[in-house]
């Protein structure tokens, strides 16, 4: 991975290289993505958002191309530019500005609230058709497992998958501007400033302000019947899940335990995924008790 940042900071055209050839490998699998932004983060962090514009023009002439050619379409390269690209720009450029972290992962919590409301108003019936598609999907699957499901509980299945589809989808796309954003001041960091992201993300705090709207957005979803705010809370927890992550990985930095509890940490999180509970919880309170501050830190 390193290497890879090596050959991003090389010049513009393996920068391009990178940021367009993983974009159209995301088509297949989506993690690719994450590096796609991460290089095009990088770029914004070390050089500046004068090349990362030359490189998402150059890297957007080569996906429109290459999505001709291989998929008959420039479709992919229109929506890496607006949907990816040009957010992780924006969201490093306030990095690069501002060396916080935290108000970075913030005005991107503001641009997720945002495509959040786009999504409900300028594609009201998407949730009706990805539904029907998912039941047309799982319909083979049910038949072909023998389970016995009453058309009552599939209906309320997809009422609620229909409603959710638009938050979950701006959700995704946050999600992956923000990897992109963590693993580019990563690499940033590695080749130029040791550890440097660790300590930041270990003691990253959105603060007070952002777990009231979560918190206020989650007893909001209970009474009230509103698409936007069923998104914008799976927006906000999503995000709050983050900060929960960041808070278990500074208790286990301050106390100075292998990396073996990171590992079994993430493996419990997929074996367990009600977990997420717990650590959604961990995140909102961790704003006003500021967890990692009550632990007390190993001696070296």
């Known amino acids: 991975m390193i290497a890879l940042a090596r050959f991003i900071l090389r010049g513009q055209s393996q920068a391009a290289l990178v940021v367009a050839t993983t974009a159209l490998l995301a088509i297949i699998l989506m993690p690719f993505s994450w590096l796609s932004a991460?290089?095009?983060?990088?770029?914004?962090?070390?050089?500046?958002?004068?090349?990362?514009?030359?490189?998402?023009?150059i890297a957007g002439l080569a996906t429109i191309v290459m999505g001709w050619?291989?998929?008959?379409?420039?479709?992919?390269?229109?929506?890496?530019?607006?949907?990816?690209?040009l957010p992780t720009g924006?969201?490093?450029?306030?990095?690069?500005?501002?060396?916080?972290?935290?108000?970075?992962?913030?005005?991107?919590?503001?641009?997720?609230?945002?495509?959040?409301?786009?999504?409900?108003?300028m594609f009201p019936a998407m949730g009706e058709t990805w539904s029907k598609a998912f039941l047309e999907l799982l319909k083979p699957a049910i038949e072909q497992s023998g389970a016995q499901i009453e058309q009552a509980h599939l209906d309320n299945l997809m009422y609620w998958f229909a409603r959710a589809v638009p938050g979950l989808l701006a959700v995704v796309m946050v999600f992956n501007v923000l990897m992109g954003l963590f693993i580019g001041r990563w690499w940033q960091a590695a080749l130029f400033n040791p550890k440097g992201f660790s300590r930041e993300f270990n003691e990253l705090r959105l603060g007070k302000v952002f777990a009231s709207v979560t918190a206020l957005l989650l007893i909001a979803n209970a009474f009230v019947d509103n698409d936007w705010v069923?998104?914008?809370?799976?927006?906000?927890?999503?995000?709050?899940?983050?900060?929960?992550?960041?808070?278990?990985?500074?208790?286990?930095?301050?106390?100075q335990l292998s990396r073996s509890w990171l590992f079994g940490f993430y493996v419990l999180l997929i074996l367990i995924p009600q977990?997420?509970?717990?650590?959604?919880?961990?995140?909102?309170?961790?704003?006003?008790v500021d967890i990692r501050k009550q632990i007390s830190p190993n001696a070296a």
């Open 38 to 57: 991460g290089a095009l983060t990088l770029v914004v962090l070390h050089l500046g958002k004068e090349a990362a514009f030359r490189i998402i023009a």
């Open 69 to 85: 050619i291989l998929l008959g379409t420039p479709t992919v390269a229109f929506i890496n530019i607006l949907f990816l690209w």
């Open 90 to 121: 924006l969201i490093a450029y306030t990095l690069r500005q501002t060396v916080s972290l935290a108000l970075s992962v913030q005005i991107l919590t503001l641009f997720g609230l945002g495509a959040v409301l786009v999504m409900y108003l």
């Open 230 to 255: 069923l998104g914008s809370m799976l927006m906000m927890v999503a995000l709050t899940l983050v900060q929960g992550t960041a808070v278990m990985h500074g208790v286990i930095d301050r106390k």
């Open 275 to 288: 977990v997420t509970v717990i650590l959604a919880i961990v995140g909102l309170l961790d704003a006003w």
